[in-house]
């Protein structure tokens, strides 16, 4: 018999078991670890329900970590999971997977949210409403140093070794604090508010090791561009980054995302995850130089009481007027009001 049980917060040996059972799924994410129950609830002071399902021996067989927000601009929702890319329900089979869905509808139709969402890789649900707006771009890490150097197509391997003639160089910093200076420029450059510093810090806390921030310095040692990236398994997953506006003309951020492939190369590592990006911008046409091909992520949805699929994004017209305000706004009073808009977007 399978039951349905909740991870509660400072429950270390359910959490210890609950991680050994995502490093063991082959359908488990770096999004699925429990740690990200802390990150939730002392970070951001939102509810999660952490669901797993054990049978009578006491083993783990599958696990949903839920998210709950309930904010009057962005609306009240359950998700799975706030502030990751990947989600939902990871079973050993789908009799469990769909057990731990039946209990996530059931306690968002107790808790009143306006809809559920689960963040899926495949497609999971093809009769639930789907945002399609999102892809990812997955690529294999090459055993040989220079084989991945030859991967990365002419135009963008150029920027590479103009970035090496540059003699730029990447650092492993023990803290979030470099990067938290050129991610928060970053973001507001290009109006949208930056997540807390106390985030990053509690990133680099709570997964230790697997959560590593590398930053790009001039020959002359000042800090260009910084990335801070997850592990997992056999994959490394670049996952915010931040510039200085004078990053491009150095090509500091073509150099850190080898340096950050040329790292996990000697390491051993076997994925290069470059993340989530809404089509048609930036990042997606970026990722594609980089000669990695996108691959859709499908975000199902149980609407109770909205008609359609909420657009929480920079790309809805409706947030345009704060976008170009934004822009406007002295950084160190964006920096200060922006973690008590961000905590509410998920």
């Not at 329900?89 to 209990?103: D, I, K, S, Y």
């Not at 040989?144 to 730029?168: D, F, H, S, T, Y």
């Not at 996952?239 to 850190?256: H, M, V």
Request: overall charge positive; some cysteine.
């Amino acid at each position: 018999m399978t039951t349905i049980c909740r991870l509660l917060p400072n429950d270390a040996a359910a959490a210890a078991r609950w991680d050994a059972f995502v490093l063991a799924c082959p359908d488990a994410t770096f999004f699925h670890r429990a740690g990200w129950l802390a990150i939730l609830t002392e970070v951001f002071r939102h509810d999660g329900y952490f669901l797993y399902a054990q049978n009578d021996a006491g083993d783990i067989e599958g696990v949903l970590p839920l998210g709950h927000i309930n904010s009057w601009l962005f609306g009240n929702a359950l998700t799975s999971l706030p502030f990751t890319v990947y989600g939902g329900a990871v079973a050993n089979t789908p009799a469990v997977a769909q057990a731990l869905e039946q209990e996530a509808q059931a306690i968002a139709q107790r808790l009143g949210v306006d809809h559920l969402e689960l963040r899926y890789m495949e497609d999971r649900h093809p009769d639930w409403p789907t945002q399609d707006l999102y892809v990812t771009f997955r690529k294999e890490i090459l055993p040989a140093e220079e084989a991945n150097m030859l991967a990365i197509p002419r135009k963008q391997r150029a920027m590479v070794r103009k970035g090496i003639k540059n003699n730029l160089r990447s650092e492993i910093d023990a803290d979030a604090n470099r990067f938290f200076a050129l991610f928060a420029d970053n973001v507001h450059r290009h109006g949208t508010p930056a997540l807390p510093k106390k985030y990053f810090q509690a990133l680099l806390r709570v997964f230790g090791p697997d959560c590593e921030v590398l930053t790009v310095v001039s020959a002359e040692g000042r800090p260009l561009s910084s990335v801070l990236s997850f592990y997992f398994r056999d994959e490394v997953l670049p996952y915010y980054a931040g510039d200085d506006e004078s990053a491009r003309d150095l090509a500091a951020n073509d150099f850190k995302y080898w340096e950050l492939m040329r790292r996990a190369c000697v390491r051993g590592l076997k994925v290069f995850d470059y993340g989530r990006s809404k089509k048609g911008t930036g990042p997606y046409a970026f990722k594609k130089n980089w000669g990695f091909e996108p691959t859709q992520l499908h975000y199902a949805f149980r609407l109770y009481k909205r008609d359609a699929i909420p657009q929480n994004n920079p790309n809805n017209a409706k947030f345009s007027l704060l976008i170009a305000t934004w822009r406007r706004m002295p950084i160190a009073l964006a920096n200060w009001l922006g973690p008590f808009i961000v905590r509410n977007l998920g």
